[in-house]
Structure formats: C-alpha cells, structure tokens
C-alpha cells in the first residue's frame, strides 16, 4: 500500500474503495500519461513497438504481460526520481481534465462522513499517487513496478498487475481477513471481486465529464 502514511493502522471508520481509471477520471490514466510524457513522435514509435506485445495480447489475454510490454517500452531505464517527478506534473496538469466531477462529490461525500478512502487500481501506484495525495486519499493499493539496483524501471513488477481478485488479495493484506467494505465503485470486470465484497456496490455510477 502506498499512502500517505502507511505507517498508520487501519482505523475502525467505514472504508470505502474506489477504482481509479474510468471510475475516478474519464479514461486510462496510465496510457494517457504516457502519451503526454512521449510526445506524439515517441508515442507513435512506442505504440508500432508494442505491436507484437499486443497480437500476444489476444493469444494469452493477459493484461498484466501487455502492461510490463508497454512500460518497458516507454519507461524502461528511467530512474525513480525523474519519474516521480513526470507524475507529479502530470497530475497537476492533467486532474482538471481527468478527474469525474460526480465521482469527486461521491468522493467528497464519503470523506464528509468520515470514511476512509482507498484507491485500488491496475495503474502503476508510483503514477497515481499524486492523484491520491491531492484527493487526500488514507491510501493506494496499485501496481507496483519494479526498480533495479540504480532505481531504473525494469519493466518488471513486484506482484501480480493489481486486478480483478488481486485488488481483494491485496486490500485484505492490510485490513485484515475480515475485511468490509462499506461501498466499492468500479467500470470494469477487474472490479467485480472488489465490488463483491462491498457492501454497496457502484458500477458504472459515475458518467460525467469535466
């Protein structure tokens, strides 16, 4: 879990989990992110790259292998710091363009009734933590990428690409085997484990654009 403290235990407040790409903003954070650092001429160039990753895609249809093709291809080598640094301007210019504004009022919502927020996405946690922070989010449980001794992308990760049932896997990790949530929202099928296990359930709920 990446927050913004994870030193801090989980509390005995309503916990709610909230999927970020499609549910949180308009589209895929990921790809969108990795369009503006590219640059339309890079893009294209990773994008004809990632051509054979893709026709793999529809053989094995694992997201996960197609995800470590398309950051390798775009982030590989990169060091830590300078990545962290990409997010975070990234999040400062693209938030207003991204973010929902029904999904930020349930989110707004839920922490004026004391909620506990968590966002729980197949994103890459280092690219959607500044998000998290702005949101004030009590934490992210995301794809974690992996980093070599020189703290470059590997284009590797460290788990399995944070999915589907990966997302209860993980959110029990920290909240424990009895774990409850008071509402889930998600888009997607990745989302239907997460969902399963909340006691309100959001699918598809929020539609409007910024």
Known sequence: MT???????PSDKALVAFDFDGTLTVKDSFMAFIAWRSGAPR???GMIQLIPAALAYLIH????????ATVKIFLGGLDKKTLEAS???FAQVAAGKLLRPDALAAWKGWGSQGAE????????????APFAKRLGAAGLI????????????????IGPNCRAAEKVV???????????LAAAYGDTSGDTEMLAAAERKGYRVFTQKP
Do not use: C
């Not at 927050?3 to 235990?9: E, F, G, Q």
């Not at 993980?170 to 409850?180: A, Q």
């Open 61 to 68: 249809r694992d997201r996960g292998l197609i995800k470590k």
């Open 43 to 45: 893009f294209l160039l």
């Open 170 to 180: 993980r959110l029990t990790e920290i909240y424990g085997p009895d774990l409850h």
């Open 87 to 89: 997010a975070n301007e």
């Open 117 to 128: 927020r968590v966002i729980v996405t197949a994103s890459p946690e280092i690219l959607v």
């Open 3 to 9: 927050a913004l403290d994870p030193t801090v235990p």
């Open 142 to 157: 995301g794809t974690r990428l992996a980093f070599d001794e020189q703290d470059r992308v590997t284009g590797e990760f």
